[in-house]
């Protein structure tokens, strides 16, 4: 079953890549955002330890650089009107937290879901599975039946549960990936939200991935990889990014592009804008 947001992939499939980018077009204009243009947030773990020092500073700057949105990885200690405010205050937006499994769990999920609507955010996913979770194909299959129980759950707020992933999702079980086993086994609703740079290092596809599930990259994170810079920024390295931009702006449903940078040699906060001032050089 689809929701009123989605596409079915038998009509994507059907409608091929012009079709599918103005149905896409058409969804976005419903959800309020700029035709043919995907908005871009940050990670703020990429700033972590200025988020730490100074949170209304790295917000100011993180605007500055022309940043619409933020993905929270923790709150710093906020509550959530205090967050709201700081949002409000530096013009941003959230387009994403992410928050570890067992706050989607149990009698955690409806303080999440009080503390997300908020905040104004609508994208609950979750960074990392504990190891001992994830051994096994089973494993993998059970975890998909409690994300779609977690995505019934949140959808009466408005709300959407989803997965990212880091490089051990690509290692084969049982003949196919943790990644496939997981997402094949999840509905429609539940997002993956594909970490290029790591997707690419665990040997993943990216571009295959947001095709194979179609409407489901609704938000993807803007990480570079490469073989020979390993401080390598947004443009600087291996990602077949107009391969990626295609997928996305077409099949892929995506709603905000997100960069992540996490390589400790370079100051944070200038990195972060360096890659949003090449993404702007690549027409976004």
């Not at 609950?124 to 994300?147: G, M, N, S, V």
């Not at 999840?186 to 993943?204: A, P």
Request: net charge neutral.
């Amino acid at each position: 079953m689809t929701t009123k947001n989605e596409i079915p992939r038998r009509e994507l499939l059907r409608m091929g890549a012009a079709g599918a980018a103005a149905a896409w077009a058409a969804t976005r204009a419903k959800l309020g955002l700029a035709a043919g243009k995907v908005p871009i947030g940050v990670q703020l773990y990429s700033v972590r330890h200025d988020c730490e020092k100074d949170l209304p500073g790295t917000l100011k700057a993180i605007k500055g650089f022309g940043y619409e949105a933020v993905e929270f990885a923790g709150y710093y200690g906020r509550s959530a009107a205090d967050m709201k405010k700081l949002l409000d205050d530096h013009g941003l937006k959230c387009c994403g937290t992410h928050t570890a499994l067992d706050t989607l769990e149990g009698d955690a999920l409806a303080k999440t879901v009080e503390y997300n609507k908020a905040i104004g955010n609508k994208y609950l996913i979750c960074p990392w599975i504990d190891e001992k979770l994830r051994k096994t194909a089973d494993d993998w299959k059970k975890l998909a039946a409690e994300f779609d129980s977690i995505a019934d759950k949140v959808a009466p707020a408005g709300m959407r549960v989803g997965y990212h992933n880091h490089n051990v999702e690509f290692t084969p079980l049982e003949g196919k990936t943790a990644w496939d086993l997981f997402f094949g086994g999840t509905k429609k609703s539940v997002i993956q939200q594909v970490d290029l740079g790591n997707c690419i290092e665990g040997g993943g596809d990216p571009v295959a991935l947001i095709k194979r599930y179609p409407g489901r990259t609704v938000t993807i994170h803007i990480k570079e990889y490469s073989k020979t810079k390993p401080d390598a920024f947004v443009g600087d390295g291996d990602i077949p990014w107009k391969q990626v931009f295609d997928a996305c702006e077409t099949v892929g449903g995506t709603e905000w592009y997100i960069v992540e940078y996490e390589h400790e040699n370079q100051p944070a906060i200038p990195a972060v804008g360096r890659c949003l001032a090449n993404l702007r050089k690549m027409g976004k």
